[in-house]
């Protein structure tokens, strides 16, 4: 599979909405209930894109992949509350090129982009969800024991904390 990488622009934050509604539901099917999965809507995530967008844009990279003119995944990454500490914020997939190596392209596209923010690298995942896990430890990222309690809709899921050192050296 050969997709495109490049930031995305303004008429892009719609289809990243879409996109997004997409893939979670996709992703999170029988982790969570589908009434959490179906809360919002595609437009209204492509408005909370826009609005995130706004405000982080001078801190934070969003990505896209684009397979001719579509959309197929997309990540955002930037800073994280921790000092030094970068962020892979989000990783979604078009749920058609799930498998394709779209999330592979964009992982590598990501891991450079990171290292550029810090010398170690959180993302948060859902506990479970096996498929993303191994996605990530197959990337190199490894859960370091943090977990929390977020909604999805009105549903507290688990996430657990994966790190890496996108630079190469070993995680602190």
Known sequence: MSVLLRPAGEDDLAGIGDLHYRSRAAAYAGIVSPAALTFGSPAALGEWWAERWRWERETHRLTVAVDGRRLAGFTYLGPSEEPGVAELSAIHADPAYVGRG???????????????????????????????????????????????????????????????????????
Do not use: C, H
Request: without cysteine; positive net charge; charged residues 25%.
């Open 102 to 172: 779209v999330g592979r392209a964009l992982m590598i596209d990501a891991l450079a982009a990171l290292a550029r923010y810090g010398d170690r690298a959180v993302l948060w995942v859902l506990a479970d969800n096996a498929r993303a896990r191994r996605f990530y430890e197959r990337g190199g990222w490894v859960a370091d024991g943090q977990s929390r309690v977020e909604p999805i809709g009105d549903e507290p899921v688990t996430q657990l904390r994966y790190v890496i050192s996108p630079n190469g050296s070993a995680v602190a």
